[in-house]
């Protein structure tokens, strides 16, 4: 019992200590001090506290400080945290139109943009708590069904419940789909101002073509310790050295 006290308080200790540090970081950055406050920003990281509002605060202050290599990638580990923050999404934007790489996207069959749009409108812990939820309610309109004593409330309790079944069944079916995606998928960032990519894992071999800082990568292998095969949003593909970029 001693011991799980001296736990609780030395957490509740740590999360008092990660707020006053993020209150600073905020007013260093209200005050135009940037690099102070990601020093702070990054201190909480380092404790291993993560937060859509902190990677969306780090992002702003590397935006500011004209760093768009980072600024996209922390405003994309904050987007992963909560898929649908308007403010997250408009300042991802901003900091997209200072990449200098217009790459077009290989254009979608439109059930499959659907799908797509419909998976990435919410994190996997977001399709669970949906799962779940759905669950206490189809097991409440069971029992509703069970003990109920009146054939019209007994019909409507079993409408109701079936219902909700197919509803859990086809969300249960996109969190799976999520949770597959999210673990073949590997995006990352151009972390550099400028990168050759390769045609082969090895710098001997011919340039496909030149990306820049900023611009989201997909990796789909590996060759050793140094090398990363990407693939573009348009279908290309080639090689970089893994110290380039920072994965999501």
């Keep these: 019992m001693k011991t799980f006290l001296i736990f609780w308080l030395l957490c509740l200790v740590g999360f008092s200590q990660n707020e006053l540090t993020f209150e600073q970081a905020n007013d260093l950055y209200n005050s135009g001090y940037y690099k102070e406050a990601i020093d702070r920003y990054d201190s909480i990281l380092e404790a291993d506290q993560h937060s859509a509002e902190l990677y969306f605060?780090?992002?702003?202050?590397?935006?500011?400080?004209?760093?768009?290599?980072?600024?996209?990638?922390?405003?994309?580990?904050?987007?992963q945290?909560?898929?649908?923050?308007?403010?997250?999404?408009?300042?991802?934007?901003?900091?997209?139109?200072?990449?200098?790489d217009a790459i077009q996207e290989v254009p979608e069959v439109e059930v499959s943009k659907v799908l797509n749009k419909?998976?990435?409108?919410?994190?996997?812990?977001?399709?669970?708590?949906?799962?779940?939820?759905?669950?206490?309610?189809?097991?409440?309109?069971?029992?509703?069904?069970?003990?109920?004593?009146?054939?019209?409330?007994?019909?409507?309790?079993?409408?109701?419940?079936?219902?909700?079944?197919?509803?859990?069944?086809?969300?249960?079916?996109?969190?799976?789909?999520?949770?597959?995606?999210?673990?073949?998928?590997h995006p990352a960032i151009v972390f550099v101002k400028e990168t050759g990519v390769k045609s082969e894992p090895n710098l001997r071999s011919?340039?496909?073509?030149?990306?820049?800082?900023?611009?989201?990568?997909?990796?789909?292998?590996?060759y050793n310790e140094d090398w990363l095969k990407i693939k573009l949003i348009n279908g290309e593909t080639g090689w970089v050295t893994r110290s380039e970029l920072k994965a999501l």
Excluded at 57 to 79: H, M, R, T, V
Excluded at 83 to 97: E, F, H, M, R
């Design 57 to 79: 605060n780090l992002a702003n202050c590397y935006y500011k400080l004209n760093e768009i290599g980072p600024s996209i990638f922390y405003y994309e580990k904050a987007l």
């Design 118 to 185: 419909t998976l990435d409108s919410l994190s996997v812990d977001g399709w669970a708590v949906r799962c779940i939820a759905l669950a206490f309610l189809f097991v409440s309109l069971f029992l509703g069904y069970y003990m109920s004593r009146s054939e019209t409330k007994k019909r409507l309790f079993f409408v109701s419940s079936s219902v909700v079944l197919i509803v859990l069944f086809i969300v249960l079916g996109l969190l799976f789909k999520k949770n597959s995606l999210d673990r073949n998928t």
């Design 206 to 222: 011919e340039t496909s073509f030149t990306l820049h800082e900023g611009t989201k990568v997909l990796i789909i292998d590996e």
């Design 81 to 100: 945290l909560a898929p649908n923050d308007s403010d997250i999404l408009n300042n991802l934007g901003y900091a997209q139109k200072m990449t200098i």
